[in-house]
DNA sequence: GCCAACGTTGGC
DNA sequence: GCCAACGTTGGC
């Protein structure tokens, strides 16, 4: 099956593409949507690739892209009830939610904004631009993932101008 | 099954 | 901090 493509959504404040070039990789937890879950438990392949989104940032922006390296596995934070992820109704037995491992790749040169996406005219389709859009994994299509890479990796996108 | 109330996401 | 849009819950 053909490698297919996503887009990540982490708050840099708990969660940054810095903090994943460090750790190298990381379960991707904390998932509570069932959308986004379904995207991990029944698409993502091994191989797949994302980009790492940072929301509720200064400005939003796509920062990096990741591989995902492992299939979805149960996530631990929803039997922890000290976490904030906890969910009682999950048991080990009949875990509810998932998440997948991912691995670093890369950091772009630059951060590719919201705002520049979201002017840019091949981009208008785009799932994180639609209109009250708030999955925080959802796909996104090879030409778009591409778009976006190339913008990242300029550093000087004005200079066009 | 409907829908109001509530909680969350996330841009601004 | 505000609030629009969305998802979930629970009464009926």
Redesign the pocket.
Known sequence: MAKRFWLM?S?PSSFSIDDLRQKKTTLWDGV????ARNFMTNEMKVGDEALF????????AAVGVMTISGAAEPDPTQFDSEDSHYDP?ATPGRPIWYGVRVKFKSKFARPVS??EM?SHKALQKMV?L???????IQPVTEKEFEIVCKLGSKKNPESKK
């Open positions: 959504k708050e509570r949507n069932y959308q989104y940072h929301s509720n940032a200064d400005p939003p109704k919201l705002p979201r994180l639609q209109k009250g859009s708030r999955l925080s």
